[in-house]
């Protein structure tokens, strides 16, 4: 079992920048590949980033690549979503993910999600 906690969420205007935390619990973070997600309201769960157990292997939607990174501190039990250059359009409550598969842009793929944390940019 993972618990996942997000963090670093607030109200930022058009191009600032905010970090992203998510804090897992238990000894097993090192044997998943962590996701962030987003969702806006009134629409669907979007992938936005993925990174692997190990390697530090990466995945970004077409959206963010070039503005968002994806990192993990394995020792902390952390991941982390750096966002540059933020745009209106990227306000949504972001969630954090953990999978032991390999389907990372997948919603269902995923086992284990926190509850979220608000990203509201201004124009």
């Known amino acids: 079992q993972v618990q996942l906690v997000e963090s670093g969420g607030g109200l930022v205007q058009a191009g600032g920048s905010l970090r992203l935390s998510c804090a897992a619990s238990g000894r097993t973070f090192t044997t998943y590949h962590m996701g962030w997600f987003r969702q806006a309201q009134g629409k669907e769960r979007k992938f936005v980033a993925a990174?692997?157990?190990?390697?530090?292997?990466?995945l970004y939607a077409d959206f963010v690549k070039g503005r968002f990174t994806i990192s993990r501190d394995n020792a902390k039990n952390t991941v982390y979503l750096q966002m540059n250059s933020l745009k209106p359009e990227d306000t949504a409550l972001y969630y954090c993910?953990?999978?032991?598969?390999?389907?990372?842009?997948?919603?269902?793929?995923?086992?284990?999600w926190g509850q979220g944390t608000q990203v509201t940019v201004s124009s």
């Open positions: 993910a953990a999978t032991s598969g390999f389907n990372w842009h997948t919603s269902t793929s995923y086992d284990y």
């Open positions: 990174i692997s157990r190990s390697d530090g292997s990466t």
